[in-house]
């Protein structure tokens, strides 16, 4: 009889939005347990505890950290601490998933490799999309040249929040503004897609406060191949990504970057295929972070290191073009 695998036992460092949806779809996955949770707050630590039954709590990211039955860590600070946090597992010896965007710019994350390296321990940043059941057969299909070549793409991102500059979303110091929080996943799409672009032009608005509030970019190809990018915290908007090819028109539906639909249009016609999930859909790079430490891996075949440099080098360029700077 085969030995029942042992659990792989999860923290989470920093309690806010995204951890109570991480921690929901973490307990959907088999072989890994929620075993620790740590926040600046004991209280916060506990009242989280309680909710899904978590049996260890820190009031400390260290105390945490310093906890030797963690195996892996969920990092979900502000962008502007995931280095910081990120080293402080690592050193422990600590397999690392960290919420994007991996850190501020591309030299904090070259270092955060390097350590990860150094310390021969795992590290994956937590761009959860490229996991998803319906990314990866868009992934495949656009591979397979189905529809021919690239003519060009179409992504946005954006919804109405008003402006509040002591929320995350908007706090400079902490990374706030459209492009680091959204813009990413329009940017991933490209990347993940296209590729490299040979050029960048790109546009912003920006808050009181020197935070993007939106961001228009175009990346440009080869063969004249465009795509047209956007994050914005004006305005709803469809949150969707189209592909026109020469052969076929492939749609990921609202919000592109969730479990979502599909919409294919070719010469056979229309066909929407459907790739909704019961959960939030993080389970899916939980359940590919189980499998590397189980393989005994230091990164990801599918989120690699290379790819999380070129993403951050994407976003720094971006940042040049239309001047946002962050201490
Ligand atoms: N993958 C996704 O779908 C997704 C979605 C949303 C956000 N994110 C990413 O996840 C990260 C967190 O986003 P969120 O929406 O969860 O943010 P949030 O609700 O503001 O939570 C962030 C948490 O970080 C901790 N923290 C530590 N130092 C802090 C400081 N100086 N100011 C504020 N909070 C501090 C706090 O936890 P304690 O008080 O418990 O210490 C806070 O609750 C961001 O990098 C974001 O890009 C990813």
């Known amino acids: 009889m085969e030995k ?15 951890a109570h949806k991480f921690a929901q779809d973490l307990m959907t996955v088999e072989g890994c347990e929620l075993y620790a949770v740590a926040s600046r707050s004991q209280e916060k630590a506990d009242s989280f505890a309680s909710e899904y039954n978590v049996p260890k709590t820190y009031s400390s990211y260290e105390a945490l950290a310093n906890d030797a039955q963690v195996d892996a860590v969920y990092i979900a600070t502000p962008h502007s601490l995931h280095k910081e946090n990120t080293i402080l597992c690592l050193e422990k010896g600590i397999a690392v998933l960290c919420e994007k965007p991996f850190a501020m710019n591309l030299e904090q994350v070259t ?31 656009l591979e397979n040249k ?11 991102f954006g919804f109405y929040r008003e402006f509040d500059d002591t929320k995350r979303l908007f706090k400079k110091s902490l990374g706030g503004g459209s492009l680091l929080d959204i813009g990413i996943y329009p940017i991933f799409a490209a ?21 993007d509030s939106s961001c228009n970019m175009t990346f440009h190809y080869d063969n004249q191949v465009k795509a047209y990018l956007k994050s914005t915290l004006l305005e709803e908007t469809p949150t969707e990504a189209i592909i026109h090819c020469e052969k076929g028109t492939i749609k990921l539906q609202s919000r592109f970057h969730e479990p979502t639909s599909i ?62 700077e962050y201490n």
Do not use: C
Request: hydrophobic residues 40%; without cysteine.
């Open 263 to 324: 919409t294919i249009e070719s010469e056979k016609g229309k066909e929407t295929l459907n790739f909704k999930s019961d959960t939030f859909g993080y389970n899916y790079e939980i359940a590919h972070f189980n499998q590397l430490i189980r393989d005994g891996k230091t990164e990801s075949d599918i989120m690699t290191f290379e790819f999380s440099e070129l993403l951050i080098k994407t976003l720094d360029d971006v940042r040049m073009k239309i001047g946002l």
């Open 191 to 211: 990347l993940s897609i296209l590729g490299i672009p040979n050029n960048i032009e790109a546009r912003a608005t920006f808050f009181d406060n020197g935070a």
């Open 146 to 156: 189905t529809y021919g070549n690239f003519l060009k793409m179409e992504a946005d």
């Open 111 to 141: 270092e955060m490799i390097a350590v990860a390296k150094a310390q021969n321990v795992l590290l994956m940043e937590a761009l959860w999309t490229y996991f998803l059941p319906h990314y990866q057969y868009v992934l495949k299909t």
């Open 4 to 18: 029942p695998l042992k659990k792989i036992r999860w923290g989470i460092i920093g309690l806010g939005n995204i």
